[in-house]
């Protein structure tokens, strides 16, 4: 626990740290609107295949071109929301430790890390997952990736 | 813009707004709701938006993607509608004074502007409606353009509320 803290304080007193934190606000604006950016291409990547897993969007084409197309999206909102999320972090790491919803959305970002590599991507480039598969990928996806929103939005406010 | 101000006092000082702010969960739950609204409604006009310009799914006919995403984004639009006067109503004093504000709602009424213009005209043309080619005529693909340009600054004008 100790050591934790010990990192996270070496964290925010490195020159990045200290470079973040101590710049004008408008450069917390900026990685604010990345992170926006990042994660509505991530979410609606995500939304738009499980359309597709459902049948409600492009029933004709097969779920693997669908998912071959719309996949890359998911990952370059990823790499965006997270560089901006982890840049935001760096200004207060010892503060954003200590907050419940910070403990929260990290807890349900690295689930969904896991759950995206082991399960998702794999289920999208099936030619025809069955039903329980499908409904596995596109609530456990809903639920991880809302979560890590409403969490996130949280940060502030607990 | 004293009535204004006097009429955001009202608004966030009335039974609702009062409860919104003051209440730990119900504000950062609307606040995140407002988002994943946004990720719904605008994040699948950006992937139409992108099919538009013809860089995404090109074997596809624009029109019958923009058919069957059409029903989910407005819904998604009525989530950021209905959370989006909510949020202002606990905290219309602050928004009202931010000079993003006039910003925020020239994007949105261009974005509408452009959204409707593309609905009602260019969606309608047969030359859109019936054709399945991966590059649409240079207007269909500068509405794309514009509507990804537009709500890119609506979310940006958005966000810089709470800082200037």
Redesign the interface.
Known sequence: MSSTVEVLTALQNSFLGQAIGQSN??V??TS??FH??G???L???V??IN?RLLG???PN?PLKE?SR??VK?IWIGFFFASTSGFLMFLSAPTLYYANP?FLAKITLYTLAIVFQVLLYQRVVKLANPGKFLVWTNVLLSFFLW?GV??T???I??? | MSILLELAQGLQNSGLGTALAES??A???V???H??G???A???L??IDLRLIGV??K??PAN??LR??LP?VLAGFAIIFVTGILLFVSEAETIIASSALPFKILFLVLGGLNALYFEFRLSREPEFQNSSAAILPDRVRYAGYASIVLW?LV??SG??L???
Do not use: D, K, N
Request: a positive charge; aromatic letters at 14%; zero cysteines.
């Open positions: 606000h408008l917390g604006a604010q609107v926006i950016l994660f509505v291409s979410l609606a990547a939304i738009f359309l409600l969007a492009l084409m669908v197309q719309a999206f919803a809302f929103s409403l996130g939005r949280a502030g406010y607990v | 730990r969960y504000f950062p739950l606040e995140g709701t988002l994943i946004l990720s719904i605008v994040g699948l950006f992937l995404f799914l074997q596809v019958t993607l069957q995403l989910i890119v979310i940006i966000r810089l709470a800082y200037i």
